[in-house]
């Protein structure tokens, strides 16, 4: 039995806005530390100073990486008397970033 191989309008069959979509947070993602975060997170909800001290970095970096996982929709925020608490959306990317991780560890 013969198949034939996936012709060019096979991006057809996906709407192309949600290859895009995906796309987008694939990109969200293209960083060590918003990996870190998001590893991180999958933990539980964590305060700035909590992420700062968990992946050895400075606090504004810390700072800018969230900013980008929130203009993803990828992290939340929930304001705590003074500090603000970041949480993951949901669990899908915390299972895509600990495959990805764990893929490279082989």
Not at 48 to 60: R, Y
Not at 62 to 75: D, E, G, K
């Amino acid at each position: 039995m013969t198949t034939t191989p996936p012709s060019s309008t096979a991006l057809t069959d996906e709407p192309l806005r949600d290859l895009q979509a995906a796309s987008d947070l694939l990109k969200a993602l293209a960083s060590p530390v918003r990996l870190g975060i998001v590893r991180e997170l999958s933990q539980g909800g964590k305060y700035v100073h909590e992420l700062v001290a968990a992946l050895g970095v400075s606090q504004p970096l810390a700072s800018q990486h969230l900013r980008v996982l929130r203009n993803s929709r990828i992290v939340t925020t929930r304001r705590q008397a003074r500090e603000i608490q970041y949480c993951l959306t949901d669990d899908h990317v915390a299972h895509i970033v600990l495959d990805a991780i764990r893929h490279a560890q082989e």
